[in-house]
C-alpha cells in the first residue's frame, strides 16, 4: 500500500493533482455519496475532487432499475435526480465493471486515494424452516430481479400456482404480492421487459396471501404502498377479523405514530367494509389478495419435491409488541412461497465483513480491519454500511456522514501512485474489460425509449420504455456511442 500523506502542499486536491476518489455502485447511495462529495464546503473552497463510478452492471442507478417494482413511477422519478448528477460530467461512470474481478482492491488504491462502496444489498435475508429448498419455495428478491429485468437472472420465471404464500409484513412483500396478483396487461405501461409480460400474462394465479408474523399494527409496510395494493383493477382485498388484535404497545404506536396509525385505519377500513357482506367478503374480481397477521411459518409442506402448503403457528401478541406461539398450527394449500423477509448484504472482496448483519464492517462509514482498526482510505455508504433498512431518501443522511468523516481524514489518506485520471481506463482497456460510459447509457436509455414508442404504435397502450434486458445487448448497445469524456 502506498504511504500515508499529511495535509500539505503535495497533498491531493489541486487541479494538477486532484483528490482521487472511486465509488463503487451507481445506486442511490453510490450517486449521492458522490454528488455531496462534489458540493461539499470544503469543495467549495477549492479542494478538487475526481471522481469516478463504478458499477457491475452496465447501466446505472442500482437499486432503481434493479429494485424497484415497475409500476412505482413515483419512486422511479429518483432516477430524474440522479440523472441530473450523472449528466453534469464531472463524475464519469464506468458500468459493466465488476469489483473483485475486473478491478481488485489493490488496483483501486493503486489509482485513487480514497474508495467508497456502496454496493447495497440484491439478495434475500434466509428463512430457516423446514421445505424452503422445495421446488417452488423462492426468495422476493429473486423474483424482483426477475421482473426488473436483471441481467444476471434467469428469462423464464415458473408461474404456475393458482394459491401463492407471501411471507413477511414489509414492502419488498408488497411489491411481490401486487405484480403477482395484477393482470399483465396493466402492467403494459410500465417498463416491464416483454418476458415478463409475457411470463405474468400465462399467470394462472387467483390467490395471493401475505402472510405476517405480528399483527396489523406491527407491519413495517408504509402507508402509501399500503394503499397502493387497493389500486389494482379486478383484484378484492380479504382480510379476516381475528388477525385484528392489538396489545399495549399497539395502542402505544397508533397514538405515537402517524405511519402506524394511517395503516391500522386503512386495514380497519377494509375490513369494516367487506363486514358490510360477510358471507362474501369480496366484490366477485377473478383475483384475491389476502392479508393474513399473527401467524408464525414453521414449514413449507411438499409432495413430489414441489410445494404443495404451508404450515403456521398461530401466534398472540405479547403486550409488547412480539408475539408468542399459541401452539394452534393451520395449513393452507399453496403451490408456491415467496419468502419476503428481508434483503442481505453479500461480502465485499477484499474487506472485512459482518456475516451476521450482512454490512461491511465499519465504523460510520470508515471502513474497518479486523482488529477494529480504520483501514485507511476505505469508505462505506447505503444498504452495505447500515443493512437494507429504510427508504431511498434516508441514505442521503448516511452518505453525508460517510463523506463527511472521507473529508476529514483527508490529510492521512493513502496516496495513490497512479492518479492520472487516464490510467485506469488504461487498465481497463489492457485487460479487455468492456466496460461502458454515461454517453453509453444515454443510448442505451433513448434505444429503450425507442423500442417502447415502437410497441406503442402496435400495441395502442402507451408504453415508456422496454427495458433491454441481456447483458451483452446492453453493451452493445451502450458501446456504440463514444467512449470518450
Ligand atoms: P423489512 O421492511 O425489514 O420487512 C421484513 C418483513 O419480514 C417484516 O415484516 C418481518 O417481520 C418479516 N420477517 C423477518 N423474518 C421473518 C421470519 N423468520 N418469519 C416471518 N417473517 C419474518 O424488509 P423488506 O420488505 O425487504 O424491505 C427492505 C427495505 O426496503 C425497507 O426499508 C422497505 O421499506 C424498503 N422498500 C421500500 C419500497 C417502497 O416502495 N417504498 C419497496 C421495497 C422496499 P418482523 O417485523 O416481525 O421482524
Known amino acids: 500500500m502506498s504511504t500515508a500523506v499529511s495535509s500539505n502542499s503535495s497533498a491531493p486536491g489541486t487541479q494538477e493533482r486532484p483528490l482521487r476518489i472511486a465509488v463503487i455502485g451507481s445506486g442511490p447511495a453510490g450517486v449521492y455519496a458522490a454528488d455531496m462529495l462534489t458540493k461539499s464546503a470544503e469543495v467549495r473552497d477549492g479542494l478538487v475532487v475526481s471522481i469516478d463510478l463504478f458499477d457491475r452492471y452496465p447501466a446505472p442507478y442500482g437499486l432503481i432499475r434493479y429494485g424497484v417494482a415497475p409500476d412505482h413511477p413515483r419512486i ?10 450523472l449528466d453534469r460530467g464531472d463524475i464519469r ?5 465488476n469489483y473483485g474481478t475486473d478491478l481488485n ?7 485513487y486515494d480514497a474508495v467508497i462502496f456502496a454496493t447495497g444489498a440484491i ?14 419455495s423462492y426468495g422476493g428478491a429473486d423474483f424482483v430481479s426477475w421482473y426488473d429485468g436483471h441481467p444476471d437472472v434467469p428469462r423464464e420465471w415458473p408461474l404456475n400456482a393458482k394459491e401463492i404464500a407471501v411471507i413477511g409484513n414489509g414492502n419488498v412483500a408488497l411489491d411481490v404480492a401486487r405484480i403477482l396478483s395484477k393482470h399483465a396487461d ?3 405501461v410500465t417498463e416491464i421487459p416483454d418476458n415478463v409480460y409475457q411470463g405474468l400474462l400465462s399467470s ?3 390467490d395471493v396471501h401475505i402472510f405476517g408474523r405480528r399483527g396489523p399494527a406491527q407491519v413495517k409496510f408504509t402507508p402509501m404502498e399500503l394503499r397502493e395494493l387497493s389500486h389494482s383493477r379486478d383484484v378484492d382485498i380479504v382480510l379476516y377479523e381475528e388477525d385484528f388484535d392489538f396489545d399495549e404497545a399497539s ?6 405514530n402517524n405511519q402506524v396509525k394511517t395503516m391500522v385505519n386503512t386495514l380497519t377500513n377494509w ?3 367487506q363486514d358490510d357482506d360477510a358471507a362474501d367478503p369480496t366484490t366477485g374480481a377473478s383475483r384475491r389478495l389476502h392479508l393474513h397477521f399473527l401467524h408464525n411459518p414453521v414449514e413449507i409442506v411438499g409432495e413430489d419435491g414441489k410445494v404443495s402448503g404451508i404450515k403456521f403457528e398461530r401466534t398472540e401478541l405479547d403486550g409488547t409488541g412480539n408475539v408468542r406461539g399459541t401452539g394452534e398450527f393451520l395449513d393452507y394449500p399453496v403451490q408456491a412461497v415467496y419468502r419476503s423477509v428481508g434483503y442481505f448484504g453479500s461480502a465485499v472482496p477484499d474487506v472485512e465483513f459482518d456475516h451476521l448483519r450482512g454490512v461491511v464492517m465499519n465504523d460510520a462509514g470508515r471502513v474497518l480491519a479486523t482488529d477494529g482498526s480504520h483501514v485507511p482510505g476505505l469508505y462505506a455508504t447505503g444498504w452495505i454500511k447500515r443493512g437494507p433498512v429504510g427508504l431511498i431518501g434516508h441514505t442521503k443522511g448516511d452518505a453525508l456522514e460517510t463523506i463527511t468523516h472521507l473529508l476529514a481524514d483527508r490529510g492521512d489518506l493513502p496516496l495513490a501512485a497512479e492518479a492520472a485520471p487516464e490510467t485506469v481506463v488504461e487498465l481497463l482497456d489492457a485487460r479487455g474489460v468492456e466496460f461502458t460510459t454515461w454517453e453509453g447509457w444515454l443510448e442505451l436509455d433513448a434505444h429503450e425509449k425507442a423500442l417502447g414508442a415502437a410497441a406503442t404504435d402496435s400495441s395502442a397502450v402507451q408504453r415508456e420504455r422496454i427495458k433491454v434486458v441481456a447483458r451483452d445487448e446492453m453493451v452493445g448497445v451502450s458501446r456504440g456511442a463514444s467512449l470518450t469524456r
Open 76 to 85: 422511479k422519478g429518483i432516477v430524474n435526480a440522479l440523472y441530473k448528477v
Open 93 to 97: 461512470f464506468f458500468g459493466n465493471v
Open 105 to 111: 482492491l489493490e488496483d483501486l488504491q493503486k489509482h
Open 123 to 136: 439478495k434475500d435475508a434466509d428463512l430457516n424452516i423446514p421445505g424452503i429448498e422445495l421446488d417452488g
Open 186 to 188: 396493466d402492467l403494459l
Open 204 to 206: 394462472p394465479v387467483t
Open 251 to 256: 395502542d402505544a404506536a397508533v397514538k405515537s
Open 271 to 273: 375490513l369494516a367494509e
